[in-house]
């Protein structure tokens, strides 16, 4: 395993760090900042404004008042897609720009964010932006005297809970469809990646979009968050992160005005390779599976189930993997994996590495940080694990996989399954009957057959069971910003 440490590029002066409210940068009412970290370092990147309840209530007025009275909700569809277009093409004016503040902020290649994160925003601005004027309710024909049709209405002010791992994605996956479905917003980003969202904000002035429709408070979780799921003033969360947040979030809606939620939340996922496989192609799904953005990704193949055919040579494949990734600074291209994005994320992957060992799983490869600072940890394999072991069943959100043999396809599926979760699941076979078979069998949001983290805005995305509900990406994630209003009037003196 390689470290390297040379930055090639350079990282802009950070011009944003007020919170976005009603249009304009603005300090938080307490005066107060935080601090926001380089994790290749652990050094203070910049202050940021700290947003706490007082901030959100003003900015869940400003989006409001802008829902209430404002242009955006009775515009036409396409001149708020127009808008959204406008934004997708300022984001991509300024790719280099945004990509390097989430790789500083938040550990991630600076490259993949250049090619993926960023453009993939635009992307899904222009999906959405797209369908913001194909919103139709449905004709109803009832009873004789009776007719009427469905409106879908944008649900209102939006908050939109968001995590630290993806902050680009995470935030247009909830702001594209809101947007268009002609809601307005109050954004939480994640404490740990605070930069890129104001960026987005000073864009979306740019392009037009009105005062107070898209508003950023940044802040903690227990505070300005909270402050998000318990408001009387917001219609609807939408939230991605920890089932236990999620836990929460749900609480406080139920006890506050019952705003309708959509929760994105953990996973343990299962990725099956049977006998028939390529073994390199496998090995490369697998490893990206799980080592993908230093394995802090929600869908994560971080049980990976082999066939007892080619268990051995997988395994091989894997740890010559691992041993060959270079971990080190994000903005160097020779890099393939970064720090992990905060100190208590950091902290809390090694816990779990040390209980691995301490319950008697085997430590193929990785387990120890790299260098003297910043968030740096080996990519990390662990086999001889079930599915009672810690390691197998908790989330750990780091790059630590756990490797285990089955024998059965039947065995494969009841062990696959046998998780709270069910965000993610993935099948490596040739055999098409095996994998409609497993796919049908698996309790999980996607299935992914010969490939793994095959994203796409156009794929509707979430969880079954403890990894949450609700679907973000598709045009099933527009009805999460959408409700249906039914319009009914008699029909006198006629036959019909
Ligand atoms: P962690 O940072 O511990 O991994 P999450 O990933 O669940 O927690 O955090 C995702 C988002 O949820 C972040 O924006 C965080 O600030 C927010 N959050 C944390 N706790 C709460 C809470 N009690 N209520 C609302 N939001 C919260």
Redesign the pocket.
């Known amino acids: 395993m390689g470290s390297h440490c040379e930055s090639s590029v350079k990282i802009p002066p950070i011009k944003f760090t007020k919170l976005f409210i009603n249009g304009n940068f603005v300090d938080s009412i307490s005066g107060k900042t935080f601090d926001t970290i380089d994790p290749r370092t652990g050094e203070v990147i910049t202050k940021v404004s700290l947003g706490d309840k007082e901030d959100v209530d003003l900015a869940v007025n400003a989006a409001r008042h802008a829902f209430d009275y404002g242009p955006w909700p009775r515009m036409s569809g396409s001149e708020r897609g127009r808008m959204m277009m406008k934004l997708a093409d300022l984001i991509e004016e300024n790719v280099e720009e945004i990509a390097a503040l989430d790789a500083v902020n938040g550990g991630k290649l600076f490259t993949l964010c250049k090619a993926i994160d960023i453009p993939g925003a635009a992307r899904t601005l222009r999906y959405y932006a797209g369908a913001a004027d194909k919103i139709h309710g449905t004709v109803l024909k009832m009873s004789k005297g009776l007719q009427g049709y469905t409106l879908r209405e944008p649900i209102g002010v939006v908050g939109s ?5 993806f902050p680009t994605t995470m935030f247009f996956m909830k702001a594209a469809p809101a947007l268009a479905a002609g809601c307005t917003l109050v954004v ?5 990646t605070p930069l890129s969202a104001l960026y987005y904000a000073h864009l979306a002035k740019l392009a037009g979009i009105p005062d107070g429709v898209l508003n950023v408070v940044n ?4 505070t ?7 408001h009387m003033d917001i219609d609807k969360v939408t ?8 836990r ?2 749900m609480a ?1 809606a139920a006890a506050s005005n019952l705003k309708p939620v959509s929760l994105e ?2 996973g343990k996922s299962p990725l099956l390779i049977f006998d028939d496989a390529d073994i390199d192609q496998a090995a490369d799904i697998a490893f990206r599976g799980m080592f993908y953005n230093k394995g802090e990704i929600c869908v994560a193949s971080s049980r990976v189930y082999v066939q007892e055919g080619i268990y051995e040579k997988l395994v091989k494949k894997l740890v010559e993997k691992a041993k060959a990734t270079v971990v080190g600074d994000p903005f160097d291209p020779q890099v393939n994996q970064g720090p992990q994005t ?1 100190k ?2 950091f902290e809390k992957i090694l816990s779990y590495i040390e209980h691995g060992k301490r319950e008697g799983a085997t430590l193929l490869t990785g387990g120890k940080h790299v260098g003297q600072k910043g968030y740096y940890i080996e990519p990390t394999i662990f086999t001889d694990v079930n599915e009672d072991m810690i390691i197998t069943k908790e989330e750990i ?1 780091g790059p630590v996989m756990s490797l285990m043999k089955f024998k059965t396809m039947e065995e494969a599926i009841k062990r696959a399954n046998n998780t709270t979760y069910g965000l993610a699941s993935g099948i490596i076979t040739k055999n098409l009957n095996v994998a409609n078979t497993v796919s049908r069998s698996i309790r999980a949001g996607v299935v992914w057959i010969n490939c793994y983290t095959a994203f796409d805005v156009d794929c509707p995305y979430g969880g079954y069971k403890m990894s949450g509900f609700g679907r973000d990406f598709g045009l099933d994630a527009l009805n999460q910003y959408l409700q249906i209003k039914s319009v009914v009037t008699p029909i006198h003196d006629s036959p019909w």
């Not at 802040?219 to 227990?222: A, L, N, W, Y």
Request: charged residues 20%; hydrophobic residues 40%; negative net charge.
């Open positions: 809970i968001i995590p630290w791992n939480k980003p994640a404490e740990q802040g903690f979780g227990e300005a968050g909270a402050a998000i799921s318990a939230f991605t992160g920890s089932t236990e947040v999620g929460k979030i406080a939340l953990g905060d208590k994320q959100f």
